[in-house]
């Protein structure tokens, strides 16, 4: 009973943040202006306009900020683009000029991702920026700038992943979003959360110096990208 009690208690306080996260996020993107001359924010949150958006948004979003918060000790800039796509729109300027002044990249991985256009340009872009920089990530050298989150699929994803720590969120990925926050998985999902950025909070502080000519990167298509490999990549 007591601990029934306590899950209640804790949905209800998720489902605060989620509204107040919801309020705030439109008139936080609006106040920057495209001519700012540094980083605006901590993270870039990559991830495609489908059913996978309603979790990344309200299961993951709340337990990110509030424990990204705790790790860096101040509350964190986090860009998530909420507008919907129209089919053939082109990626737009307000999502590439966000990216040019992010720090890091969390893309969500799983064959819809790879199947969005916008997705496939936006890791492109921080690619193209860790090949600059030479800011990689691999197993022997963490902390690049991109930060993968893997929640579906495994037998059809980047090659390039194979040399990336990500996090392996598979098993708390439900499209029953609302079922899943009153279930005890997702208190198993806010401790794989706070130990992960943990690490994530590291390299935000270690990036270099923000540069403009990153404004003028549209990313490149790399094959890599969506060329399948039979196995899935290192987890964390």
């Known amino acids: 009973m007591e601990k029934a009690t306590v899950l209640v208690e804790l949905v209800e306080e998720l ?15 609006e106040t920057h202006t495209v001519g700012a001359d540094d980083y605006l924010y901590d993270v870039f949150i990559s991830h495609p ?11 993951f979003m709340p337990l990110f900020q509030r424990h990204l918060a705790g790790a860096l000790e101040r509350a964190p800039e986090v860009f998530i683009d909420q507008q919907e796509i129209s089919p ?23 064959p819809s991702y790879l199947r969005s256009e916008w997705c496939r ?3 492109s872009v921080m690619r193209q920026r860790e090949k600059q920089l030479g800011h990689y990530t691999t197993q022997r050298k963490p902390g690049g700038l991109i930060a993968p989150i893997l929640i579906a699929g495994g037998t059809r994803l980047p090659l390039y992943p194979r040399q990336i720590p990500h996090l392996d969120l598979r098993d708390y990925f439900f499209q029953a ?6 279930s005890p998985k997702y208190l198993e999902l806010e401790a794989q959360i706070r130990d992960w950025v943990q690490r994530l909070a590291q390299v935000i502080e270690w990036v270099p110096e923000w540069r403009a000519e990153w404004l003028d990167n549209l990313g490149e298509e790399e094959p890599a990208l969506i060329q399948p490999f039979s196995y899935p990549p290192p987890a964390l």
């Open 121 to 123: 340009r936006e890791y």
């Open 88 to 110: 053939g729109e082109s990626w737009p300027l307000r999502l590439r000029v966000s990216l040019a002044h992010s720090r890091i990249l969390v893309p969500f991985w799983s």
């Open 177 to 182: 979003v609302k079922v899943f926050l009153q």
């Open 49 to 59: 306009h489908d059913f996978s958006g309603e979790w990344v948004r309200y299961a």
């Open 15 to 29: 489902d605060k943040q989620r509204r107040q996260f919801e309020m705030r996020q439109p008139a936080f993107q």
